[in-house]
């Protein structure tokens, strides 16, 4: 029930195009939902998160849509950039602690 | 921009040895964590420490394990009998109070031989 389950695993999406990834969870508890992004090498950085009080999320190029019935959100990545090529993990915090449960893992590459 | 660093980068080690991983949270950060990452699978959760004491631990962080914050900068995580199974990009990460926001560190990959 702890798990967090992303697709998919890989994306390829041409310069310009739109990269969309979907994560999903069961634990009803969970209710802090970042997204971090991985360049090769380095540690996870914070991209953007929402809570589930609100449906949508937007931070420049980025937004999150959130669907706390299905229990679902997913990151888009408008104007998608070859810089923006990493590996993106979603994640998630239940309200009785601090722990990250992380999804799998998804290595957007963008060509240009 | 504050950020939070580890040290070493890379660390290699023989089976049975004992590491001591360093890491220094941002300055008026309160919550400490450590997680691992095997080579091109997931970031899995170890330990999370605050006031002075652990607050989560997960079943990967067993008797092997223990975490420290020996000075007002410094919070290390030591693996005092290492495997072949430690091997893996350990990353520390700190938090403002009142926010769940973890900023991590770049890691110290842990190489057992």
């Known amino acids: 029930q702890q798990q967090v389950k992303q697709s998919p695993q890989s994306l390829i999406v041409q310069k310009g195009g739109i990269s969309i990834i979907n994560c999903a969870y069961e634990?009803?508890?969970?209710?802090?939902f970042p997204w971090y992004q991985q360049f090769p090498g380095k540690g996870p950085a914070l991209l953007i998160a929402?809570?589930?009080?609100?449906s949508e999320k937007k931070e420049g190029r980025f937004t999150i849509s959130f669907n706390k019935s299905a229990k679902q959100f997913s990151l888009h990545i408008m104007d998608s950039q070859p810089g923006d090529s990493a590996t993106y993990f979603c994640a998630a915090i239940n309200n009785a602690g601090n722990m990250l449960t992380f999804g799998g893992g998804t290595r957007l590459m963008v060509k240009p | 921009e504050p950020e939070v660093t580890q040290t070493p980068s890379h660390q290699v080690t023989q089976m049975g040895q004992e590491v001591i991983l360093r890491c220094v949270p941002i300055?008026?950060?309160?919550?400490f964590y450590w997680y691992r990452q095997i080579l091109g699978q997931k970031v899995e959760f170890l330990v999370s420490?605050?006031?002075?004491?652990?607050?989560?631990k997960s079943e990967i962080f067993d008797d092997q394990f223990s975490v420290e914050r020996p000075d007002g900068s410094n919070f290390t995580l030591k693996i005092r009998s290492t495997k072949l199974e430690d091997s893996a990009m350990y990353f520390c990460?700190?938090?403002?109070?009142?926010?769940?926001?973890?900023?991590f560190g770049p890691g110290t990959r842990l190489t057992v031989l």
């Open positions: 634990n009803t508890a969970f209710d802090y």
């Open positions: 300055s008026n950060h309160l919550y």
């Open positions: 929402i809570r589930p009080d609100v």
């Open positions: 990460a700190s938090s403002p109070p009142g926010n769940n926001e973890q900023f």
């Open positions: 420490f605050y006031n002075n004491e652990i607050s989560e």
